[in-house]
């Protein structure tokens, strides 16, 4: 690490940025479209099904390189006008991930108790307020600990950009390696980078969950039941009885 100067640190800090700002507009996209095409899923009419399980089936068996290329390079073929990298790669993990976390919406909604619905029902709600009064907001914080795994692997996933010349963390560590000719620390301190990108998200996550389950009258869950609970170490007598007076 010697070789590091601040100019080459500075290229790191900045595929940090680069990198959040990819990881929140993804994850923005991917939100609106995996509830969209989640709660399509479950609609009542079939071609409205039909429609967001197509959706769900090609991106969830398309590759989000090729799917990045494909925005932008195929596309302005199409229409005439061309996406910059980032926006293109934000474009492809959206669109991807919100297929993932379609099924996570879809199976949270159909999770939540029939009777929860029938009392909607016989409280002559519409299902746009069923869905918004009842079945949302206890389907939410079952979504969020698959949400979070889903979070981490698009902040992983990333590091695919770079291959496009977006100036991410991956790429700024490619431009380091070659400055110094070093692999190890470089690639070292991006794990490092990677991880403490992750956990930071985990623990929001965690803070939304708790939140979550608090609005819906639900007490938060332990940390730890090893750590929190109370082991209790039985007392010895100072004179332990002893079977048939033995010992006296």
């Known amino acids: ?18 990198t959040v700002q990819l ?4 994850a923005a996209l991917a939100a609106v479209v995996a509830l969209t095409v989640g709660l399509a899923r479950s609609h009542r009419l079939w071609i409205v099904r039909f429609v967001s399980g197509a959706y769900f089936e090609i991106f969830r068996g398309t590759s989000a390189l090729i799917l990045m290329f494909w925005i932008f390079f195929v596309l302005p073929l199409g229409f005439g006008w ?12 959206g669109l991807t991930y919100g297929a993932y976390g379609s099924e996570v919406v879809r199976g949270a909604v159909r999770a939540v108790a029939p009777a929860q619905r029938e009392a909607g029902i016989a409280l002559s709600f519409t299902p746009a307020q069923q869905l918004r009064k009842i079945i949302l907001p206890q389907a939410w914080p079952e979504m969020i600990p698959p949400f979070n795994n889903l ?13 496009m010349g977006v100036a ?6 490619s431009l380091v390696r070659n400055a110094t000719g070093e692999s ?14 992750a956990f930071v998200l985990t623990r929001g996550m965690r803070v939304l969950e708790r939140q979550a389950k608090a ?12 750590l929190g609970r109370k082991i209790e170490i039985p007392r010895q007598d100072a ?10």
């Open 82 to 93: 061309q996406l910059v990298p980032l926006w293109a790669a934000t474009l492809a993990l």
């Open 23 to 26: 990881t929140v507009f993804s």
């Open 239 to 248: 004179t332990p009885a002893t079977a048939g007076g033995e010992g006296r």
């Open 168 to 173: 991410d963390i991956a790429f700024g560590a």
């Open 1 to 18: 690490m010697s070789e590091m100067t601040w100019g080459l640190w500075e290229i790191l800090l900045n595929g940090v940025w680069i």
């Open 215 to 226: 609005g819906i009258g639900q007490r938060p869950e332990k940390r730890s039941r090893l």
């Open 151 to 163: 979070l981490i692997e698009l902040l992983k996933g990333t590091a695919l950009v770079s291959v």
């Open 184 to 197: 190890a620390p470089v690639y070292t301190v991006i794990l490092l980078m990677y991880f403490v990108l």
